[in-house]
DNA sequence: CTGTTAGCGCCTTCAA
DNA sequence: TTGAAGGCGCTAACAG
């Protein structure tokens, strides 16, 4: 930079100036110092900056398994958000093990990232919080909401369960079964009140036996479909709590020899990209995630440049996307009635 | 760390070397070095390090689209090996756009990383090669393998297809077709020329119109199948070159009324998380995802500490997934016969 | 509108 | 085995 400001015949502090554009400089002046600039093919030291300035322009990002194709989306909403904004991400996976998590979260700090994106692990609270509380860093959840004065964005769970549940009783099924996610997740409590919120509506009361632990895992859903169908009265429709236990219900499903929507009808929260393409085509919950990804680095922004602004919890609402898995034609048209 | 040194009693040197382990201290200003700092809570400022010392052990990943679940499991084997090797990994999405790839390459130079791990997008050589060429930086392509002399891991994309092609062959089938992915791609090219092996192998000469273009895009794969679906003489299988073409071509068969493999048989190069449960199941070539991550990550530090290592392009052997799409049982007996 | 200068927190040569 | 001190490249008062 001093390089450059020999050459433009100027100051170090003009060339840092119009490099950040943060104070008045003469167009003149301005134009041989760019000139200077890419004569030298200047470039700036980030480290430098960030280490002089205080700030790294970069904000970090912690997911529980960059595996899952369901992030994907989130990502992507999250990086244009932040680049828009002229900020770098740093991307790091939990695994969704506390453990990791605070490790790699620990490591973004020492990177002094200017905020945190993170979908929390399970059991989160024990390391990654204590961590976050005693750094002021602004940071804010998404997915896993949790029952904290945080800034977080997530979807809203219960009702759009609600409603795909809903769905299924309106076709004339009366006994509808749920495979639920993990203990202790938000998002498993809130889908499976959303499960008992619409048999209430119908006037029904839900079978106990009806709801059964899928652990948010494939392996979980397969086993948790397997013991619905074991049920001497079983299931005649039933709603997954997210894709992996979908995916694995459909699993047990095919094994058992059983067709959907014909034998039994399936609707699971979390949509695919390649939704359409599995057989049967799966009517599910999609979660509008790029906008999540936005929003969360909108509210991340906004808790950086104002520390006291009130603390915010975001439900955006998802939308049923519609198609046969359902028992319903793929325009929506009831096409089987299952009555007792 | 000037406060640790004081209240350890000795020089800020000192404490750096603790910290870093760059020369012998005794035993004993050791502990008292170490107890001061976990009693002040110090924490190692990364960009000041970096700043200082010129290495900011951290390496980028920038991919070509963050929201295609294929890199999944190769970002999972970079992150393991890089974490083994106590590197941090910033990961960035070009878009598949050359303009924006170079843009964001340029921010991670900007960040000084030690390393860079690239899946370069079409046309990367008009903007990021120079970029990189400009910079001192080691790097490694994985994916789209270049005909270039730099280090590179990918898979073997002409054996495998060939084999894939081949198991159509033996099946009895005679008019095999071939969505091809995007020219100018050296998968789509060694994928192609794949095909082509598998022929002369069985001393046939492939029919050229059955060798249609499918962009490598969802889209494209939809239209040349269609194109495919057209011929009077249609293929009684074909081979689409990644994955997702395979998407649109099954789009097109669904549409067109056609069963899979009772009609068509269908293979595809790429396999899913879930293609287990499209229908009919896929059989495809799988990638060793992970392998070649790993890979990818080892050859970029061997590259870092002997900038004169000789150039290496690793070929990762993929293996066929046999499912039913082509036309076995999905133990592999052979349930069909297409004979012309 | 522009220049001077004191650090940011750490590493590392040189000297003891 | 340890300290002292200069400097990495940049920013941001402060002064002109």
């Known amino acids: 930079m001093s390089a450059v400001a020999k050459a433009a015949g100027v ?14 400089v003469t167009p003149e002046t301005r134009k041989r110092v760019i000139h200077a600039m890419d004569l030298l093919g200047f470039e700036h030291h980030a480290a430098a900056r960030s280490l002089s300035a205080g700030s790294t322009r970069t904000i970090g990002l912690a997911l529980t398994a ?11 909403g999250i990086d244009v ?17 506390p453990r990791h998590e605070a490790r790699v ?22 390391l990654t919080l204590p961590l976050l509380r005693e750094h002021p860093i602004p940071y804010v959840l998404v997915d896993r909401l949790q029952d904290l004065r945080v ?25 509808v079964g749920m495979v639920a996610g993990m ?11 959303g499960f008992l919120l619409a048999h209430r ?59 959907v929507p014909q034998d039994l009808a399936l609707v699971g929260f979390d949509d695919y990209p390649w939704a359409d393409l599995f057989e049967p085509r799966l009517t599910t919950v999609a979660q509008p ?11 991340l922004l906004r808790r950086i440049s104002d520390p006291a602004a009130p603390v915010e919890t975001l439900r955006m609402t998802a939308h049923i996307q519609h198609r046969n898995s359902c028992g319903c034609s793929p325009e929506g048209e009831p096409v089987l009635s299952h009555e007792q």
């Open 105 to 126: 979260i620990a490591n973004l700090l020492a990177h002094h990232i200017e905020g945190l994106v993170i979908a929390p692990a399970l059991g989160w609270r024990d």
């Open 11 to 24: 100051s170090v502090s003009t060339v840092s100036h119009v490099v950040n554009g943060t104070r008045l």
């Open 183 to 193: 203990k202790g997740l938000s998002t498993s409590e809130e889908r499976r009140a």
């Open 201 to 259: 509506r119908h006037g029904l009361e839900a079978d106990p036996r009806l709801l059964v632990e899928g652990l948010s895992t494939s392996q979980g859903g397969r086993l948790g479909m397997l013991r619905l169908l074991s049920l001497n009265d079983a299931p005649t429709a039933v709603f997954c709590a997210n894709n992996n236990m979908t995916i694995g219900a459909l699993a047990a499903l095919r094994a058992s020899g059983l067709r």
């Open 289 to 299: 995630l790029t906008a999540i990804g936005a929003r969360a680095v909108q509210l």
């Open 151 to 175: 800034d977080q964005v997530g979807v809203e769970n219960e009702n759009s369960s609600a409603a795909l549940v809903d769905h299924l009783l309106q076709l004339g099924h009366r006994r």
């Open 81 to 97: 958000e932040a680049s828009r904004s002229g900020l770098d991400l740093m991307i790091v996976d939990t695994r969704d093990d």
């Open 66 to 76: 960059a595996s899952n194709p369901y992030w994907s989306e989130l990502v992507a």
